[in-house]
T-cell receptor
Framework: RKEVEQDPGPFNVPEGATVAFNCTYS??????FFWYRQDCRKEPKLLMS???SGNEDGRFTAQLNRASQYISLLIRDSKLSDSATYLC?????????FGQGTELSVKP | GAVVSQHPSRVICKSGTSVKIECRSL??????MFWYRQFPKQSLMLMAT?????????EQGVEKDKFLINHASLTLSTLTVTSAHPEDSSFYIC???????????FGQGTRLTVV
């Protein structure tokens, strides 16, 4: 079983759609959680941290359920510029472990 | 925010030669840096953790004699791919932790092509 698993992609959605990404992790001792965004052939960039209380940044909402070892990212009113690969990332003892990523393509 | 600079961004080398990749933290001191490798359509795979002033810690399956890591200062870590082969062609990315924030900052990545 992979340490961090994400929804298989790609997700093809129209502009304005709401899209949700799911992620599960296997190590219950994982300490902190993140969503990163990676554009084609570029380095990953931190999108947001994820907390049990849930956190929102504009159109993006992230949620963590420690009991289920489940992380989610919701994107509302999607824009063309949201097209990228979204990586679920887990901090295990200071090491960042990446999921395989979910590709999002937003179409006009 | 903190900046991590990685150089070169792209390199093409002949099979059997060695390639050095540099990773610098520009505005903070990084006692720990990480090296990842990413094959097309796959996720980032952690290769090793680089600790300033001590030996790197390699992940299972990563050959330490092939991927030499040096972290001589608090702002510089280098990865040397020795005797490179075509199967080493990949996207190599470094990252560094800034203790003031969670997560990590990534270098721009190095696309290595071995011909």
């Amino acid at each position: 079983r992979k340490e961090v698993e994400q929804d298989p992609g790609p997700f093809n959605v129209p502009e304005g759609a709401t899209v949700a990404f799911n992620c599960t992790y296997s190590n219950s001792a994982s300490q902190s959680f993140f969503w990163y965004r990676q554009d084609c052939r570029k380095e990953p960039k931190l999108l947001m941290s994820v907390y049990s209380s849930g956190n929102e940044d504009g159109r993006f909402t992230a949620q963590l359920n420690r009991a289920s070892q489940y992380i989610s990212l919701l994107i509302r009113d999607s824009k063309l510029s949201d097209s990228a690969t979204y990586l679920c990332v887990v901090n295990q003892g200071g090491k960042l472990i990446f999921g395989q990523g979910t590709e999002l393509s937003v179409k006009p | 925010g903190a900046v991590v600079s990685q150089h070169p961004s792209r390199v093409i080398c002949k099979s059997g030669t060695s390639v050095k990749i540099e990773c610098r933290s520009l505005d903070f001191q990084a006692t720990t840096m990480f090296w990842y490798r990413q094959f097309p359509k796959q996720s980032l795979m952690l290769m090793a953790t680089s600790n300033e002033g001590s030996k790197a810690t390699y992940e299972q399956g990563v050959e330490k004699d092939k991927f030499l890591i040096n972290h001589a200062s608090l702002t510089l870590s280098t990865l040397t791919v020795t005797s490179a082969h075509p199967e080493d062609s990949s996207f190599y990315i470094c990252s560094a932790r800034d203790n003031t924030v969670e997560g990590a900052f990534f270098g721009q990545g190095t696309r290595l092509t071995v011909v």
